[in-house]
């Protein structure tokens, strides 16, 4: 029973044959033939690198509360007065953070924070994972 099995796994084995893709560059000189496995896991990799540009970096914490309202109210004032800065709402249960720029440098956090001290005089820096490319 156990030799037949293994010959049936052989031959199977051997008639089998992956799915692939050929195709043939402009010039005709290469061709190149993949597993379709390949191109799916390609696929799916440059659509997460799209979607998760990120590194480690600064934002500005505005507000920390347990309150959904008051900060959904603060990030509306900071929109209508800072447009062109995007700002994150983060929650970890039980609280909201309000965490407004996309900076590089710890440097380029500290000129922000300087010129929203007025408005937002609580404002913080804090390291977080920031978005690229956007």
């Known amino acids: 029973m156990k030799s037949l099995l293994l010959i049936a796994f052989i031959f ?3 008639t ?3 799915q692939t893709i050929s195709s043939t560059l402009p010039n005709g000189n290469v061709t190149i033939t993949q597993d379709t496995m390949i191109k799916v896991l390609m696929d799916y990799s440059d659509s997460i690198a799209v979607h998760k ?8 914490q505005l507000t920390t ?3 959904r309202k008051s900060v959904l109210d603060m990030k509306a004032q900071f929109n209508m007065q800072f447009p062109n800065v995007k700002a994150y709402i983060e929650y970890r249960q039980p609280t909201f953070k ?3 720029g996309d900076f590089e440098s710890r440097i380029s956090a500290y000129a922000f924070q300087q ?3 007025n408005s937002f005089p609580n404002a913080f820096i804090v390291q977080d994972n920031i978005s690229l490319g956007e």
């Open 65 to 67: 509360s347990s309150n």
């Open 115 to 117: 010129e929203i001290l």
């Open 98 to 100: 309000l965490r407004v």
């Open 53 to 60: 540009l990120s590194v480690q970096g600064y934002r500005i």
């Open 12 to 14: 199977f084995s051997i």
């Open 16 to 18: 089998l044959k992956a």
